[in-house]
């Protein structure tokens, strides 16, 4: 089974503080998401990456950035936290260069910005 | 702009009948769309595919169907059980690697 992990499921932060996010996923995929999930807002996609060292803004990208530099690992960072950024974050991978793909999430990190 | 809508309204239904849940769409014109599962505090998993070249896909008592010309999917739960109850997705291709989600329609089977 692909199994996708994050690196924490509950963090606590303060405004203006640099922010990780670390996904990990296990199976060889070169796709790798991360969203934002917010109530009544659904996913909403803030980068993409589909192979190391690539990435593609989202829908939201402003206020965060990405890095790859492992095919197995994605990570999200938060510049300067603000507590609009107070959100669940799910980071998400698929196997293969076409966009048909299902996606594996992983279980999600609850971050609060204080 | 694109937009995908699912009931926000949760439903509720008896052990045993059939979940229909709604899936509409404007502005876009997705080659497939998806169909995702979420329990409280966990990821979605995937549940079903379905290309617009297909009218319905059927996995054991889940089915989807995909009108292209209504711009709606329907996504059925036949003999339903407690242990289906949960927030189900709706996920639409956008071009390139981008899937769009809705907010999602949560589910509620009582025994």
């Known amino acids: 089974d692909v199994k996708v992990t994050q690196s924490s499921r509950y963090l606590v932060k303060r405004t203006g503080e640099k922010v990780f996010l670390e996904c990990v996923q296990d199976?060889?995929?070169?796709?790798m998401f991360w969203y934002r999930q917010d109530p009544g807002l659904g996913l909403r996609l803030i980068y993409f990456s589909y192979d190391v060292k690539m990435k593609e803004k989202g829908d939201i990208p402003e206020g965060y950035s990405v890095s790859r530099e492992k095919k197995e690992r994605f990570s999200l960072i938060l510049e300067s936290a603000s507590t609009n950024q107070t959100s669940m974050y799910l980071c998400?991978?698929?196997?293969?260069?076409?966009?048909?793909?299902?996606?594996?999430f992983g279980p999600g990190t609850r971050l609060t910005v204080l | 702009s694109q937009k995908i809508e699912q009931n926000s309204e949760a439903l509720n239904i008896q052990e045993g009948k059939t979940a229909t849940l709604t899936c509409n769409y404007t502005?876009?014109?997705?080659?497939?769309l998806q169909w995702y599962r979420q329990d409280p505090g966990r990821g979605p998993v995937f549940l079903l595919l379905i290309r617009e070249n297909e009218k319905e896909k059927r996995k054991e008592r889940l089915k989807v169907t995909f009108d292209t010309t209504l711009k709606q999917s329907l996504f059925h739960i036949t003999a339903s059980q407690p242990a289906d109850s949960a927030t189900y997705l709706c996920?639409?291709?956008?071009?390139?690697?981008?899937?769009?989600f809705g907010a999602g329609t949560r589910l509620f089977v009582k025994a």
């Open positions: 199976m060889d995929h070169e796709n």
């Open positions: 502005n876009y014109s997705p080659a497939y």
């Open positions: 998400a991978s698929s196997l293969g260069t076409s966009g048909d793909n299902e996606q594996f």
């Open positions: 996920a639409l291709e956008a071009g390139g690697f981008k899937t769009i």
